[in-house]
């Protein structure tokens, strides 16, 4: 990526904060951030062995996937990472799907979008202001663990990712990231951020379960419409672990199918 295209990309990312009015060092809620951008997020535990994430074009709706088996800071990282899919890579009119199974793949598309999830989670500014003002101008040479744990919580990354990041801004030289990821190793990420109080949570999966719900009104309308079938209702509705005894509906049969099963036909 030529240093043109970096600008190009730390530009759009700077748009997606002003967007979203992020003011705050980090972006408090990646989920609701991308909502606010208008995407659909579905956030489902598939487990370790699934995709991270995928960035979908489909029909009119721009969809955000982000597998909650992983650790929270690293979901958030994937949302950032589909967020600049959709913003450099997706089209209506050419490449629809993007599946991320890592985020180590060294194509072109791959390294972009993770520099564009780089500036909108800890952009080049916020970064140098918190050094500046909330770490007090401390010298990186006095860097311990606990520094990171502070700038993860205020960001909402993971410890990796905060080291590579102000590694790639020229903030940490490969001693003192060496001697950081050995304070990792020794003391974990979690007791380090239980130390000074900072999110635990990030070292944590969620499992979170998530549709908009403007879908699954979508689909009990379309039910009721008799437009599809009770098998598509009952695999929407499975989706979130509910079922249609849940809902107070007639259980007529129905035929037709529909979209919301080429969409779950996606994720599998
Ligand atoms: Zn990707």
Not at 258 to 268: A, H, P, T, Y
Request: hydrophobic fraction near 40%; glycine fraction near 4%; proline fraction near 2%.
């Amino acid at each position: 990526m030529n240093r043109k295209r970096q600008l190009d990309i730390e530009k759009i990312a700077d748009s997606v904060r002003a967007e979203c009015k992020v003011t705050d060092y980090g972006i408090q809620n990646i989920f609701e951030a991308a909502e606010k951008l208008g995407y659909r997020v579905i956030r489902y535990p598939l487990g370790n062995d699934a995709p991270l994430g995928f960035a979908i074009i489909k029909n009119a709706d721009r969809i955000i996937f982000s597998n909650s088996s992983s650790i929270l800071s690293r979901e958030i990282f994937s949302v950032a990472h589909e967020i600049g899919h959709h913003k450099l890579h997706l089209s209506e009119q050419g490449l629809t799907l993007i599946k991320d199974y890592d985020f180590n793949n060294r194509d072109e598309y791959e390294v972009e979008a993770n520099y564009f999830a780089a500036c909108l989670l800890m952009p080049v500014e916020k970064v140098n202001s918190f050094i500046r003002l909330e770490l007090n101008e401390k010298s990186i040479n006095k860097w311990t663990g606990l520094d990171i744990a502070r700038i993860q919580t205020v960001f909402n990354v993971s410890y990796d990712m905060a080291l590579i990041r102000l590694k790639s801004l020229g903030i940490l030289n490969d001693a003192v990231m060496e001697k950081l990821k050995l304070e990792k190793m020794e003391k974990t990420t979690s007791r380090l951020l239980k130390v000074i109080n900072g999110n635990i949570d990030l070292c944590k999966a969620t499992e979170v379960k998530r549709v908009p719900a403007e879908y699954l009104e979508w689909v009990i309308f379309n039910y009721n419409e008799k437009l599809i079938p009770i098998k598509s209702l009952e695999a929407a509705l499975n989706y979130v672990d509910l079922k249609v005894e849940d809902l107070d509906l007639s259980q007529e049969e129905r035929e037709e199918d529909e979209s919301f099963d080429d969409l779950l036909r996606v994720m599998d």
